[in-house]
């Protein structure tokens, strides 16, 4: 049984096992002892006696130029699921929809060969090629960029006790103590407000560091003129040419929803990812950058960020902090999307002699 929201409505049902990937490793350790549902990821065909290589079912979803490189992450992780999202858009259509006002930005601090133009101070607009390079998902089939194709639902079998690898990575920023006005350290409340509400508590705390960097912003400083004692963790409409703007704007939603605490900015402010965009579909980084899921009617414009390489920057982080809590063999679900007419290889990242 299963339930999903489309255009705002809650529908539930069921789906076929075989349409089904799992990440519940009790459900699956059960459907193994019962022999509920052999083969389900993977078979063997012999092509002579002495070679019988292994083809992977999830990945033989895929087209050729994606193959070699998720059978190596399958070979080194073979508990990892890999979901072809068939999105049936065009790619040129796509590249030319994400070229559109500010919806792909780059941070003005690379390369001015990646650059279109100045958007605003510290970030311009990016050029085709950037833009290609890090929308096309071939690019990011590696042992740490993979997770930002990541479902971002809360998974017991290692969310449950992952309070400690969460303050290992926050150790490392602002947010190494408690959330202010409170005696709860951020870690556990990332963990709470996940297991809650359904998402992954490492991407909580990632998404916040990608946001806050080194927690200076007036958007949580609480101190802001004329929006005193509001918080906006998140940078929930956050959004503008200007530094101005840009904090204003968050700082003014922040206030219209009440959030007057930090803890409040912080949990409601995860409510809002989970009701806007995970539980619309866009449940993995990667697509909330991009919106290519068409399941709400709406494609293009429902982006939670504009800069287009932090699905990249957060899936690293996310791996560390697997990686630290020595998760990464478990079983993770990768949605992993595919576009009509693409490129035969990945697009290249530019190089300075390009242009």
């Known amino acids: 049984k299963v339930s999903f929201i489309r255009q705002g409505q809650e529908y539930a049902g ?7 990937a799992c990440s519940d490793e009790l459900f699956i350790q059960w459907e ?4 509920m549902n052999p083969g389900a990821y993977a078979i063997m065909f012999a092509l002579g006696e002495e070679e019988t290589p292994r083809v992977y079912e999830d990945i033989e979803q895929f087209p050729d130029s994606y193959k070699e490189a998720l059978t190596a992450l399958k070979k080194a992780h073979p508990n990892w699921i890999f979901v072809k999202m068939d999105t049936q858009l065009n ?35 990016a050029t085709k090629e950037a833009l290609e390079y890090y929308l ?10 993979i997770f930002q194709f990541e479902q971002l639902t809360f998974n017991e079998s290692y969310h449950m006790d992952c309070v400690a690898a969460v303050q290992q990575f926050l150790d490392n920023t602002f947010m190494k103590g408690n959330v202010p006005q409170t005696v709860m350290p951020y870690s556990f409340v990332f963990w709470a407000i996940g297991k809650e509400q359904d998402i992954s508590p490492f ?5 916040v560091y990608q946001e806050q960097g080194q927690g200076t912003s007036p958007l949580i400083s609480g101190t802001y003129l004329g929006y005193e004692g509001y918080y ?9 040419k200007t530094d101005q703007e840009v904090i204003e704007n968050g700082l003014k939603y922040a206030k219209e929803q009440g959030w007057n605490t930090p803890y409040l900015s912080l949990y409601l402010g995860s409510k809002v990812i989970a009701s806007n965009y995970i539980a619309r ?9 991009f919106d290519v899921d068409s399941s709400d009617g709406d494609l293009y414009w429902h982006q939670y960020m504009q800069n287009i390489s932090a699905p990249v920057s957060e899936a690293r982080s996310i791996y560390k902090l697997y990686e630290e809590t020595g998760a990464l063999d478990n079983l993770f679900v990768f949605k992993i999307p595919v576009y009509n007419n693409m490129p035969e290889v990945a697009s290249p990242l530019p190089e300075s002699s390009d242009r």
């Open 203 to 207: 991407h909580l705390a990632s998404r």
């Open 32 to 35: 193994m002892d019962y022999g």
């Open 14 to 20: 069921y789906v076929q096992r075989r349409n089904l």
């Open 136 to 145: 096309d998902p071939r690019n990011s089939l590696k042992e740490k960029e």
């Open 232 to 240: 906006n963790y998140f940078n929930i409409a956050a959004s503008g």
């Open 281 to 289: 579909g866009q449940d993995t980084l990667y697509l909330q950058k």
């Open 91 to 125: 790619w040129d259509t796509v590249v030319a929809e994400e070229l559109k006002g500010g919806r792909s930005l780059i941070s003005a601090s690379l390369g001015g060969y990646l650059q279109e133009g100045e958007f605003s101070r510290g970030w311009s607009y």
